[in-house]
């Protein structure tokens, strides 16, 4: 029989990598709900329709990356590629537009069929934001100062803000125009994806990596020098906004996003923690996706914000060592000492204190201090034949291996709340 192993661009994450993950999350959270940002949870499949007319048929994803399937109704299924689509999906099911302005947040798994590299998986994790209802550029301020309050809030100070605006149905037609004039004449010398593309939407080959349309790109023009004066007006707000508030950024004329839906605002935050230049987050405006879905004229921006390289990142620079000692390893010496220890262990849990481990095993002391370490516990409760003859429980602090001597009570909840504050006075709060 061959052996069962998860699926290649998957991963599975243990502890104590998974407190790393649960940190963050953690975090992140923290910084949308005080942005006024509420959580939002959408299926993980949807139509395959949704992301072919709200991602768009010429991106990557649509082309070349998404997982579709038919189900036993033989419909066109589709993991979700991307969140924003499936949020309008579900505000739209629900009748939530032309009302107030929505602003929601997200933290879950996408799926893309692309070849697996280091912070680029088939399986990978994504936390982000979207603002419903405001058409100013102070929403797109909102949105880019949570994202980079999430990105330095992790100590990440070195990641750079670049923005540009991309325009709008108004000013767009005329810099396709010269778009078109620019490669037309270089079109054999394009990429395959180019070439393809350059007639159908020219706009995208300012995404391209291939290295044989780098020089090209880099003498094509830029939408700035097209906007229309609204789009312009917009952005130089932006800027300005930016500028009151003291958030750094750069102008990159030749950014743009790698979806259809997105017009005027497009912004990245990268960082060279994992070296060459790395897109951690990436986001902007798509006031027309809504309603190319379906729905009411309804102006929108958001970001998303990728976990697995973000926490590559954060390893990267140092920014994440490993997680504090928490909670108690329960030591067993023998079958009574085990049986004795076990009311008690039950009281702690039963109580609001840190995390409690136990084995039932019969192992050496040495291996269950290895299991409290590989546990990340902070103190080890433990009990021999000495410990209950005397009715005492022996502690030890497994960071600075210091030893003391515990008289307990006559029940289990009475030494469970003795055992609370003996942490809660000198792991806690040993300076108070």
């Known amino acids: 029989m061959s052996t069962l192993v998860a699926p290649r661009g998957t991963l599975d994450i ?38 072919v007319r709200g991602v768009g048929e010429t991106t990557d994803i649509v082309e070349k990356e998404m997982y579709t399937f038919l189900d036993k109704g033989n419909r ?35 799926f893309r069929y692309e070849r697996p590299q280091a912070g680029r998986l088939r399986q990978a994790h994504q936390f982000g934001v979207e603002a419903f209802g405001d058409a100013g550029p102070e929403a797109d301020h909102e949105v880019i100062a949570l994202a980079m309050q999430a990105v330095q809030s992790q100590g990440l100070t070195e990641a750079v803000l670049q923005i540009n605006s991309i325009g709008d149905q108004a000013c767009r037609p005329a810099y396709r125009e010269a778009l078109l004039a620019h490669f037309r004449p270089h079109a054999a010398s394009l990429s395959a994806d180019s070439q393809r593309r350059l007639e159908r939407n020219p706009l995208r080959l300012l995404d391209s990596k291939a290295p044989e349309d780098q020089a090209l790109l880099a003498t094509a023009p830029t939408l700035y020098e097209n906007l229309c004066s609204a789009c312009r007006e917009h952005f130089e707000m ?96 023998g079958a009574k000492a085990r049986e004795t220890l076990i009311p008690v262990v039950t009281a702690l849990r039963q109580i609001a204190g840190p995390p409690v481990y136990i084995d039932f095993a019969d192992r050496k002391i040495v291996t269950q201090y290895k299991l409290g370490d590989r546990n990340n516990a902070r103190m080890a409760i433990i009990a021999g034949e000495n410990e209950l003859n005397n009715q005492t429980l022996l502690i030890r602090d497994l960071e600075t291996r210091e030893e003391s001597s515990l008289r307990v009570g006559l029940t289990s909840t009475q030494t469970a709340q003795q055992l609370l504050q003996w942490y809660q006075e000198r792991v806690l709060s040993p300076h108070a």
């Open 76 to 110: 066109s299924m589709t993991l979700r590629p991307e969140w924003t689509a499936p949020v309008v999906r579900a505000l739209l099911e629900k009748k939530r537009f032309g009302q107030e302005a929505q602003r929601f947040f997200y933290l879950g798994p996408f």
């Open 14 to 51: 243990f502890p104590p990598e998974s407190a790393r993950w649960q940190t963050l999350e953690a975090a992140l959270r923290a910084i949308a709900l005080r942005f006024g940002y509420g959580e939002i949870r959408t299926p993980m499949f949807e139509a395959t329709e949704l992301f």
């Open 238 to 333: 932006l800027c300005h906004l930016l500028d009151a508030t003291g958030i750094p950024y750069r102008h990159a004329p030749h950014l743009v996003r790698g979806f259809d839906y997105y017009s005027r605002t497009v912004f990245e935050i990268t960082s060279t923690a994992l070296g060459a230049q790395t897109a951690l987050c990436g986001g902007g405006r798509y006031d027309n996706l809504v309603s190319a879905l379906g729905g009411p004229a309804t102006p929108a921006v958001g970001f998303g914000l990728g976990l697995e390289r973000f926490l590559m990142a954060l390893a990267a620079t140092h920014n994440t060592t490993s997680t504090a000692r928490s909670g108690w390893q329960v030591i067993t010496l």
